[in-house]
C-alpha cells in the first residue's frame, strides 16, 4: 500500500523559510510525478510546484515562483518544498501528491492517485 506522509509544517514570520518533506513508502513506481499542492481555509485546493520523476523537469504556481524550490532525493524517496521569503496568503494545509504517469501533461490538474495527510504551514504577519 502506497503511503505518503508530509513534515515539516509549522509557524513562522513573514519572511521566513520552512522545508517540507514527503516521503513515499510501500510500492515503487518508474514512471511519476509528484507534486505540491495547497489549500486554504475556504479556497479551493490549489497547485504550488511539480517535479518529474527524472528530476529534470520541474514547475511552479506564479504565485511561489522565485521563492520555493522543489527537488527530490531518490534515495529516500522523499521530496521537498524548499519555501523562502513566505507571505501570509502563503498558509495553508501543504499536501504531497503522487500521480503515476509517463506524460508530464495535466501535472497541474492531475488526477493524483495518492496523497498525503497534509502539514500545517502558518504565516504570520
Known amino acids: 500500500q502506497v503511503q505518503l506522509v508530509e513534515s515539516g509544517g509549522g509557524l513562522v514570520q513573514t519572511g521566513g523559510s520552512l522545508r517540507l518533506s514527503c516521503t513515499v513508502s510501500?510500492?515503487?513506481?518508474?514512471?511519476?510525478?509528484r507534486a505540491w499542492f495547497r489549500q486554504a481555509p475556504g479556497k479551493e485546493r490549489e497547485f504550488v510546484a511539480a517535479?518529474?520523476?527524472?528530476?529534470?523537469?520541474?514547475d511552479y504556481a506564479d504565485s511561489v515562483k522565485g521563492r520555493f524550490t522543489i527537488s527530490r532525493d531518490n534515495t529516500k524517496n522523499t521530496i521537498y518544498l524548499q519555501m523562502n521569503s513566505l507571505k501570509p496568503n502563503d498558509t495553508a494545509l501543504y499536501y504531497c501528491?503522487?500521480?503515476?504517469?509517463?506524460?508530464?501533461?495535466?501535472?497541474?490538474?492531475?488526477?493524483?492517485?495518492?496523497w498525503g495527510q497534509g502539514t500545517q504551514v502558518t504565516v504570520s504577519s
Open positions: 501528491g503522487l500521480r503515476i504517469a509517463t506524460s508530464w501533461t495535466n501535472h497541474r490538474t492531475g488526477p493524483y492517485r495518492y
Open positions: 517535479i518529474h520523476a527524472s528530476g529534470a523537469i520541474t
Open positions: 510501500g510500492p515503487t513506481f518508474s514512471t511519476y510525478i
